[in-house]
């Protein structure tokens, strides 16, 4: 559906109706069908790993290839990390973005989940 709007074969506001059905109370539902398995994940592969998260995360940034990667990521990271800030100034809980984002600075994509997860259910819808 994306693509659509980014080729312009479908106007952007029809793309936003499209997502009007994701609710506050499915999107946290979705973040928490999407966090679970993940942090299970994550943990398992820390317990089993060889070395530190530190030496993996050298390792990774030592080849270009893979640095690419890691270089997106925290592109990406860079981009929740803004959204959060704006989305709880928005909601006037100015420090709620705080340890979501710290959480996004080491394990990037469970950061804004958890944010999601804990958003308040009152709030407007996220889009």
């Known amino acids: 559906m994306q693509i659509l709007v980014v080729f ?3 106007p952007p506001y029809r ?3 499209f997502l009007g059905f994701l609710t506050v109370s499915k999107i946290k539902i979705l973040a928490l ?6 942090a299970a994940y ?3 592969t820390m317990a089993i790993a060889e070395q530190s998260l530190a030496s993996f995360a ?3 940034v030592s080849r ?3 640095a690419q990667v890691v270089i997106d990521l925290y592109i990406m990271a860079i981009l929740a990390i803004v959204w959060m800030y704006n989305d709880s100034k928005n909601l006037n ?3 709620f973005w705080v340890p979501f984002s710290a959480i996004t600075i ?3 994509s469970v950061g804004p989940l958890l944010y999601l997860l804990f958003r308040p259910n009152d709030a407007k819808p996220v889009i």
């Open 106 to 108: 080491i394990f990037v």
């Open 15 to 17: 793309f936003i109706h």
């Open 58 to 60: 050298y390792e990774l």
């Open 42 to 44: 994550t943990v398992y």
């Open 8 to 10: 312009g074969i479908l």
């Open 64 to 66: 270009p290839d893979t």
């Open 33 to 38: 069908v999407l966090l679970v398995p993940f």
């Open 93 to 95: 809980k100015r420090w």
